[in-house]
T-cell receptor
Framework: EAGVVQSPRYKIIEKKQPVAFWCNPISGHNTLYWYLQNLGQGPELLIRYENEEAVDDSQLPKDRFSAERLKGVDSTLKIQPAELGDSAVYLC???????????????FGPGTRLTVL | AQKITQTQPGMFVQEKEAVTLDCTYDTSDQSYGLFWYKQPSSGEMIFLIYQGSYDEQNATEGRYSLNFQKARKSANLVISASQLGDSAMYFC???????????????FGKGTKLTVNP
């Protein structure tokens, strides 16, 4: 079974330029997450999708960040314009239908390491 | 307020020995879940072990075990018989319910960097 796929793995851009990250979750996983991981920190949730609906985007800086999950499968996270402080790793994760009695673990992709110059 | 606290920025262990990575958490929820993830230098977060708040026994997965002390709100990871490939960042995380209910997210600690020496 293929894992969570993310592309690109690395991206270097100039500040004020736009950038986009793509995520393909594990087949059949209806929940998709985008996390931001700053250097030396744990991941922090940016947005969570249940199928194609964004059920929590409270941590997403909406002035410059946007995300979409058309058809409830692949997702794209965009930053426009990028700032120096956006340099970080952007992780995508997916999980299957929530089971309150179970672990419902999230499966993570390898991440996209963004460097803004 | 910090939900997950990992007080060890770095830990060193000799190959084949056991090591304990500390994690304390803060929640007022009665139902919650605790996770440990491993993040090697490649960047991917790898799920290791899970403990539910109502689980009576400590979770075990191969060489990984979780020392769950509910009253102390601690969920320490124990790795037995350390291997060179265990060198990585280790993150403790808690599954937290959203205020609206019916949704969950993971809240992570800052991680512990484990180095296994030959």
């Amino acid at each position: 079974e293929a894992g969570v796929v993310q592309s690109p793995r690395y991206k270097i851009i100039e500040k004020k330029q736009p950038v986009a990250f793509w995520c393909n979750p594990i087949s059949g996983h209806n929940t998709l997450y985008w996390y931001l991981q700053n250097l030396g920190q744990g991941p922090e949730l940016l947005i969570r999708y249940e199928n194609e609906e964004a059920v929590d985007d409270s941590q997403l800086p909406k002035d410059r960040f946007s995300a979409e999950r058309l058809k409830g499968v692949d997702s794209t996270l965009k930053i426009q314009p990028a700032e120096l402080g956006d340099s970080a790793v952007y992780l995508c994760a997916s999980s299957s239908t929530r089971n309150l009695a179970g672990k419902n673990e999230q499966f993570f992709g390898p991440g996209t390491r963004l460097t803004v110059l | 307020a910090q939900k997950i606290t990992q007080t060890q920025p770095g830990m060193f262990v000799q190959e084949k020995e056991a090591v304990t990575l500390d994690c304390t958490y803060d929640t007022s929820d009665q139902s919650y879940g605790l996770f440990w993830y491993k993040q090697p230098s490649s960047g991917e977060m790898i799920f290791l072990i899970y403990q539910g708040s109502y689980d009576e026994q400590n979770a075990t997965e191969g060489r990984y075990s979780l020392n769950f002390q509910k009253a102390r709100k601690s969920a320490n990871l124990v790795i037995s018989a350390s291997q060179l490939g265990d060198s990585a960042m280790y993150f403790c995380a808690m599954r937290e319910a959203f205020p609206q209910g019916g949704s969950e997210k993971l809240v992570f600690g800052k991680g512990t960097k484990l180095t296994v020496n030959p």
